[in-house]
């Protein structure tokens, strides 16, 4: 018998850049939707959601259907033979940037990434750092050249966002379009608004 490849599961990495509030508001769209979350956080993501939300990392990792420790380099996310639609890192560190550019992974988070470019799926990388230097730049330029996708969280004020909500969501929403999912979050653009 024949079996459909998994393609209702996404690994998600939560890194301790800050804006892991968009991490966490994947989460619970992908928990909405039905689409099995894969959730590794790295132990500095651990450290910033304590810093910038009221979640706990209990609660936190409760919104995915199965998490995994960052030192469990064994874990199903860490093979190719996994199916997956692919990956989202949101927010992206530049450490973790880094060790997927050079493809010198040290956590599962690095190495699900990297399994992710060997098996040519979707990889969406939302890095969460300003100004940028040249390091960073080529690190990106790098990960765009392997197959990934670079998508820092730039609000779309076309939308006329209210609320901080609404911005969160806007980009949330514009990752999950790149893995053809959508979870209602994003303010169509439909052409020039009426005056």
């Not at 018998?1 to 966490?24: D, E, F, H, K, N």
Request: glycine letters at 8%; a positive charge; charged letters at 20%.
């Amino acid at each position: 018998m024949i079996r459909p490849p998994a393609q209702r599961r996404l690994v998600v990495g939560i890194t301790g850049a800050s804006g892991v509030i968009y991490g966490i508001r994947l989460l619970e769209a992908l928990q909405q939707s039905g689409i099995e979350s894969h959730l590794v956080l790295s132990r500095a993501a651990e450290m910033t959601i304590a810093y910038e939300t009221q979640y706990s990392i209990k609660d936190v990792k409760a919104l995915a259907h199965t998490t995994y420790a960052v030192a469990d380099i064994g874990a199903a996310i860490s093979s190719g033979s996994f199916q997956t639609l692919g990956m989202a890192i949101v927010p992206c560190s530049m450490k973790t940037l880094a060790e997927i550019a050079t493809g010198v992974t040290t956590t599962l988070l690095s190495r699900a990434a990297d399994v992710t470019l060997k098996e040519r799926r979707r990889l969406v990388l939302v890095p969460r750092e300003t100004p940028l230097h040249l390091g960073h730049l080529r690190n990106m330029t790098a990960v765009t050249e392997m197959g990934a996708i670079v998508a820092p969280p730039m609000p779309g004020f076309y939308a006329m966002p209210q609320t901080l909500d609404d911005l969160i969501g806007h980009t949330v929403g514009r990752v999950l379009d790149l893995f053809g999912l959508d979870a209602g979050l994003v303010k169509r653009w439909t052409g020039k608004p009426a005056k």
